[in-house]
């Protein structure tokens, strides 16, 4: 059980494009569901809490005109990379954890973006 | 705001030996959660072990146990019989009881397995 996945795994896009990146929780309702942003060989950053009906909570330098956060039901939120640039490259990992329930947070698989 | 502190960026072990890792947070909440996650090559994260503050007993899964001293605000991970399969890196996480509450991470350790 507590299984959350990720879509796409890895995606291409040229710069000024923008992208959607899925989280799913597949065996249990989410209220709440975490961005992180991950460079290689370095802690998780978060950006932001996403909140099913509601609007997302972002961390302090995240800028919300260019992550935009969906969190339309209980078991999907959406990110979407508005106009990307390379600086946008990154490792971005979702996590979510049952609702009612504040222990453990479990995390997708993640989604790497590459913009040229 | 608390924090969370793994002051070494990265460690060795031999294959079947014990390894130590290290975490210390800061904090002024009396309850909370702690976490070791890992992270392989993949880089999906993945649970190691959770220890519930108010629980004075350490934690164990399996070949992973954990030794929490609250008042020192230290939360260190063994690891025994290392195995090859353990080389990732591993994160130490707080969190707060509340449904919306974050997890904060420490920097993270990178563990290698000599064989």
């Known amino acids: 059980g507590a299984v959350v996945s990720q879509h796409p795994s890895r995606v291409i896009c040229k710069s000024g494009t923008s992208v959607k990146i899925e989280c799913r929780s597949l065996?249990?309702?989410?209220?709440?569901m975490f961005w992180y942003r991950q460079f290689p060989k370095k802690s998780l950053m978060l950006m932001a809490t996403s909140n099913e009906g509601s609007k997302a909570t972002y961390e302090q330098g995240v800028e919300k005109d260019k992550f935009l956060i969906n969190h339309a039901s209980l078991t999907l939120s959406t990110l979407t990379v508005t106009s990307a640039h390379p600086e946008d490259s990154s490792f971005y990992i979702c996590s979510a954890g049952p609702s009612g329930r504040t222990e453990t947070q479990y995390f997708g698989p993640g989604t790497r973006l590459l913009v040229l | 705001a608390q924090t969370v502190t793994q002051s070494q960026p990265e460690m060795s072990v031999q294959e079947a030996e014990t390894v130590t890792l290290s975490c210390t947070y800061d904090?002024?909440?009396?309850?909370?959660?702690l976490f070791w996650y890992k992270q392989p090559p993949s880089r999906q994260m993945i649970l190691v072990i959770r220890q519930e503050a108010y629980k004075q007993q350490n934690a164990t899964e399996n070949r992973f146990s954990v030794n929490f001293q609250k008042a020192a605000k230290s939360f260190s991970l063994k690891i025994s019989d290392s195995q090859l399969g353990d080389a990732a890196m591993y994160f130490c996480a707080y969190r707060s009881f509340g449904a919306n509450s974050k997890l904060t991470f420490g920097k993270g350790i990178t563990l290698s397995v000599r064989p």
């Open positions: 904090t002024s909440e009396s309850d909370y959660y």
């Open positions: 065996d249990f309702q989410a209220t709440t």
